[in-house]
């Protein structure tokens, strides 16, 4: 099965500047990497994702990046704000079949500091 | 706001005990799938459930059940409760191979004694 590994585990930024997270996965077949948001005692949602045809995607101040030769990908989010503040978990399908089933990271707690 | 909802939204139970929780899914979705969450760990994927059958499931013991009701509703039971099966239980519905969106419900949390 996937095994999804991600770094780091805590994350501090100044408001304004640009944060970066890091998640690996084994199974070379994935072909769907999402990235979901949890506030505190909230729900997660997705905020972007990427499928393995492309190697970058952008939505405004946050970009996926995915190498599928080392397989990693990463999360950029530029400018930050302190709406920011959040944990941020990357994802990779359980199996081949079926995007809905997903193996996450063990989450980075990203904090900005005003 | 998502349209799925959970409850009850807290619990607590002793070690032994079962218990069962419930999901409503977003209108439209034809899919449910379950997740455990540990304090300060990502969700874990259960089991997932389409057309009232498992599709799916991830490494839980046997203990940990499921149906799908013809509304696309859902509950989770979980038999023989154990101290490690303290977390948030999470339901997410979605719509079978489409963009893969999992759009999760607020949670129930159990604490087992």
């Known amino acids: 099965g996937e095994n999804v590994e991600q770094h780091p585990s805590t994350l501090s930024v100044q408001e304004g500047d640009s944060a970066v997270i890091k998640c690996t996965y084994s199974d070379s077949a994935s072909n769907y990497f999402p990235w979901y948001k949890q506030e505190l005692g909230k729900r997660p949602q997705l905020i972007i994702d990427i499928r393995s045809n492309v190697g970058e995607k952008k939505d405004q101040r946050i970009a996926v990046t995915l190498n599928k030769t080392a397989k990693h990908f990463s999360l950029h989010i530029t400018e930050t704000q302190p709406e920011d503040s959040a944990v941020y978990f990357c994802a990779a399908p359980v199996s081949n079949f079926g995007n809905e089933k997903l193996t996450f990271g063990t989450g980075t707690r990203l904090t900005i500091i005003p | 706001e998502t349209g799925v909802t959970q409850s009850p939204t807290h619990l607590i139970k002793t070690r032994g005990q079962q218990v069962t929780l419930r999901c409503s899914s977003q209108?439209?979705?034809?899919?449910v799938s379950w997740y455990q969450q540990a304090l300060g760990q990502g969700p874990q994927f259960i089991f997932q459930y389409y057309r009232e059958e498992e599709n799916g499931r991830g490494n839980f013991p046997p203990r940990f059940s499921g149906l799908q009701f013809p509304n696309y509703s859902s509950e989770l039971n979980v038999n023989a409760l154990e101290l490690d099966d303290s977390a948030l239980y999470l339901c997410a519905s979605s719509i079978l191979d489409s963009t893969g969106e999992l759009f999760f419900g607020e949670g129930s949390r159990l604490t087992v004694l």
């Open positions: 209108s439209g979705h034809n899919t």
